[in-house]
């Protein structure tokens, strides 16, 4: 994100861009339909994941898709930060967070972001069987139903219960192997077609996978 000072310019100090990625919103379809912010370099929030939300500091359920850009190194710090010099390597093309975001007034930010969010079925509802599969991936790998099945386990340790979760991150592994090996998907495009895999996001919950 370009954190800029009371006059708009940007700082250069990079803090903001270290911190993660802005989300993408609709006003931002221009650059992902461009290859600007190609697909690879996204991750999608699904819809009803836990997320901490940066501006009211708190975690909860997301309610859309979040899409935002990966990060890099092995952090959260975006990857179109330039590090040696807290640069943007695209600032011309900047998402929407980045042009409101301000280090004196967070105002602007703070009526933007929860808005317009962009969603997977804005962009991928028309590719043939894709969508059809990530909606039937999302059904069935609802965070929703998942921690419900994690609340009955942590009261009774019930068999069923068990299975149904178990089903549930094997059925996410499997659709993942499906997109590369049968529908020749780059892997790197997995994080934005499907969420990051249960394996990784479940234990954040404190749900052994």
Same mark, same amino acid.
Request: charge should be positive; proline fraction near 6%; hydrophobic fraction near 35%.
């Given at each position: 994100?370009?954190?800029?000072?009371?006059?708009?310019?940007?700082?250069?100090?990079?803090?903001?861009?270290?911190?993660?990625?802005?989300a993408i919103h609709i006003e931002d379809r221009r650059l992902v339909d461009d290859g600007i912010?190609?697909?690879?370099?996204?991750?999608?929030?699904?819809?009803?994941?836990?997320?901490?939300?940066?501006?009211?500091?708190?975690?909860?359920?997301?309610?859309?898709?979040?899409?935002?850009?990966?990060?890099t190194g092995g952090s959260w710090r975006c990857r179109y930060l330039c590090a040696e010099t807290?640069?943007?390597?695209?600032?011309?093309? @900047?998402?929407?967070?980045?042009?409101?975001? +301000? #280090? !004196?007034? %967070?105002?602007?930010?703070?009526?933007?972001? *929860?808005?317009?969010?962009?969603?997977?079925?804005?962009l991928l509802e028309t590719v043939p069987g894709l969508w059809e599969l990530i909606a039937a991936?999302?059904?069935?790998?609802?965070?929703?139903?998942?921690?419900?099945?994690?609340?009955?386990?942590?009261?009774?340790?019930?068999?069923?219960?068990?299975?149904?979760? @178990?089903?549930?991150?094997?059925?996410?592994? +499997? #659709? !993942?192997? %499906?997109?590369?090996?049968?529908?020749?998907? *780059?892997?790197?495009?997995?994080?934005?077609?499907?969420?990051?895999?249960?394996?990784?996001?479940?234990?954040?919950?404190?749900?052994?996978?």
């Amino acid at each position: 994100m370009a954190h800029t000072a009371g006059n708009g310019v940007c700082r250069r100090c990079g803090t903001c861009c270290r911190k993660g990625g802005p989300a993408i919103h609709i006003e931002d379809r221009r650059l992902v339909d461009d290859g600007i912010l190609p697909v690879r370099d996204l991750f999608t929030i699904r819809e009803g994941e836990p997320a901490h939300e940066n501006v009211r500091g708190h975690i909860a359920p997301a309610t859309t898709d979040i899409i935002k850009i990966k990060g890099t190194g092995g952090s959260w710090r975006c990857r179109y930060l330039c590090a040696e010099t807290n640069t943007c390597r695209i600032y011309t093309h @900047r998402p929407l967070e980045c042009r409101v975001l +301000s #280090c !004196r007034d %967070t105002t602007p930010i703070g009526a933007t972001y *929860d808005r317009n969010r962009l969603t997977r079925k804005m962009l991928l509802e028309t590719v043939p069987g894709l969508w059809e599969l990530i909606a039937a991936h999302q059904q069935r790998c609802d965070y929703g139903t998942i921690l419900a099945l994690h609340a009955r386990l942590k009261k009774n340790p019930a068999p069923e219960a068990s299975r149904q979760l @178990r089903e549930t991150i094997i059925y996410d592994r +499997s #659709c !993942r192997q %499906t997109l590369v090996e049968k529908g020749r998907i *780059d892997p790197h495009m997995l994080d934005f077609l499907l969420g990051r895999p249960l394996t990784q996001t479940l234990p954040l919950l404190g749900i052994t996978a």
